[in-house]
């Protein structure tokens, strides 16, 4: 009975080994796997518009009725224009995560949220996300001059009123990639990793 013992022990200890040795090959791929995959910034649809192109000057009327202007020259500020709709449900998720932009960057940054269509869905939207303090337009116009074809889409506008970044954006991450395109002086993220 102790031979049945002591050889179920070594078989045992066999099995923890290799079990330990398949644990650090699964280990070292994760590591192998997280190198190669990049960062995802936001998605460019179009060649409209390119990164460093002067971004088309407007002045749009707000929801409210106040005045707001599009691109141009703008004394030491930036102007993150927002694509959105009412029916998005994309767009509403990153309602919060904008509101938070807005907040983090509002030494440098204006935010204009954009749209097109009835004005009554969208003075509802405002009331029920609780958006009263952003310009919001409406501009089928601003949309075809700037490319967007899908929303939700950003455009962010540097104080030269050129487009610094754009893209279609899904999450946090993608719009924060518009910033940090912006700061490198990149047309995206994914060309500044190839810069590498």
Excluded at 49 to 75: F, H, S, W, Y
Aim: aromatic share 6%; charged share 25%.
């Amino acid at each position: 009975m102790t031979g049945f013992v002591f050889a179920s022990q070594i078989l045992l200890w066999i099995a923890v080994a290799v079990l330990a040795v398949l644990v650090a090959a699964l280990a070292r791929q994760v590591g192998v796997l997280h190198e190669r995959i990049a960062p995802a910034g936001a998605l460019t649809l179009h060649q409209k518009v390119n990164v460093g192109d002067t971004a088309p000057e407007m002045t749009l009327e707000t929801l409210e009725g106040a005045e707001v202007v599009i691109g141009g020259k703008r004394q030491r500020r930036g102007q993150l224009i927002f694509f959105l709709s009412p029916d998005c449900p994309v767009c509403k998720t990153l309602l919060p995560v904008v509101r938070s932009a807005r907040g983090a960057e509002r030494g440098w940054l204006d935010v204009v949220l954009a749209s097109d269509g009835d004005a009554a869905a969208h003075r509802r939207l405002v009331m029920a996300e609780g958006l009263a303090g952003f310009d919001y337009v409406l501009s089928e116009d601003l949309g075809r001059k700037l490319g967007v074809s899908k929303l939700p889409y950003a455009v962010l506008i540097d104080e030269e009123g050129r487009i610094a970044s754009l893209g279609l954006v899904n999450n946090r991450e993608h719009l924060e990639s518009l910033f940090e395109a912006k700061e490198r002086r990149v047309a995206s993220i994914q060309e500044y990793l190839a810069r590498g």
